[in-house]
């Protein structure tokens, strides 16, 4: 098996593509990236394709992170999958609400690459 099939896939999920591109420059040392604009593209990126983890934006036009992560959680396909938000929300209720839809861990923008990684690598084993 070639290095690059043994890579884990992170799907990024923010309607910004400087957010993405920060997050995809990050990650693609280590992983396998996919990037979506929107929930619902990462739904049908998540259904179509093999997907390890997803990184969330909460705030986004139309179908909002949490939305699309209470239909990864759903979907027993998708279920599985460790989403971790990313997002510039930062009171309490916001993290608890992620927590109650699914998501692993909550971390808040802009985001420490060291954090990331940490959280990443620990949702991945």
Do not use: H, W
């Not at 910004?16 to 619902?40: M, W």
């Not at 992560?69 to 209720?93: H, M, N, W, Y």
């Amino acid at each position: 098996m070639s290095t690059v099939q043994q890579r884990k896939t992170v799907l990024i999920v923010d309607d910004t593509p400087d957010n993405i591109t920060l997050l995809a420059g990050l990650l693609k040392d280590q992983y396998n990236t996919k990037v979506a604009t929107s929930g619902a593209t990462a739904l049908q990126i998540v259904a179509s394709s093999q997907v390890d983890l997803i990184l969330l934006d909460i705030m986004m036009p139309g179908m909002d992170g949490y939305e699309t992560c209470r239909r990864l959680k759903a979907d027993p396909a998708s279920s599985g999958i460790p989403v971790i938000f990313l997002t510039a929300k930062s009171q309490p209720e916001d993290e608890a609400k992620g927590r109650s839809v699914g998501a692993v861990e909550f971390l808040r923008k802009p985001v420490s690459p060291p954090v990331l990684f940490g959280y990443v690598a620990a949702n991945l084993r």
